[in-house]
T-cell receptor
């Protein structure tokens, strides 16, 4: 089944404790992205990647890191999480070409205390 | 810059029609439309590309006015399953391929 998977789905952590949210896709898509969703603000792109080793900042990259060492994986790293990073996070992938429809993972709900 | 969606919310009876608008201040390469049901991930509905190409859901239609940087999503003969929040996403393209900026969403409720 074609899908985007994220782990963990739920995470409660404390301020300053480094964490990684994994994202993996099995559709051989070139593009991958991370978004955060907060009430009333919609989806905001954190980082995106156009291919292996090629990443760029989205609209809200501060406090996040990403890496794209393999085509299928795009982990999101929070080196020192803070309470304002409490949010619902989505990973998405899309093919290259003109029609770059995004396929979203199930989401990770993160709470930083 | 985030595209502006209108209306913010709309309530319909089954069978009624609705139009959701999306407006950007920048020249666009593409406009995407997604629907998100409560507690779920957004799901792709349609993409409209500069130059007139469209790909997406058979029962949903949309338009893209490239000159005005505006797109509209048309939901006709609405069904209960249409309920959810609709997001437009805009892509400028060029060197920013993959940079998709979403609007704040339009909440659609369809009542029996």
């Amino acid at each position: 089944e074609a899908q985007v998977t994220q782990n963990p789905r739920y995470l409660i952590t404390v301020t300053g404790k480094k964490l990684t949210v994994t994202c993996s896709q099995n559709m051989n898509h070139e593009y991958m992205s991370w978004y955060r969703q907060d009430p009333g603000l919609g989806l905001r792109q954190i980082y995106y990647s156009m291919n292996v080793e090629v990443t760029d900042k989205g609209d809200v990259p501060e406090g996040y890191k990403v890496s794209r060492k393999e085509k299928r994986n795009f982990p999101l790293i929070l080196e020192s999480p803070s309470p304002n990073q409490t949010s619902l996070y989505f990973c998405a992938s899309s093919p290259a070409g003109r029609v770059r429809a995004q396929y979203f993972g199930p989401g990770t709900r993160l709470t930083v205390l | 810059q985030q595209p502006v969606q209108s209306p913010q919310a709309v309530i319909l009876r089954e069978g009624e029609d609705a139009v959701i608008n999306c407006s950007s201040s920048k020249a666009l390469y593409s406009v995407h439309w997604y629907r998100q049901k409560h507690g779920e991930a957004p799901v792709f509905l349609m993409i409209l590309l500069k130059g007139g190409e469209q790909k997406g859901h058979e029962k949903i239609s949309a338009s893209f006015n490239e000159k005005k940087q505006q797109s509209s999503l048309y939901l006709t003969a609405s069904q209960l399953s249409y309920s959810g929040t609709y997001f437009c996403g805009t892509e400028i393209g060029g060197g920013s391929q993959g940079n998709l900026i979403f609007g704040k969403g339009t909440k659609l409720s369809v009542k029996p």
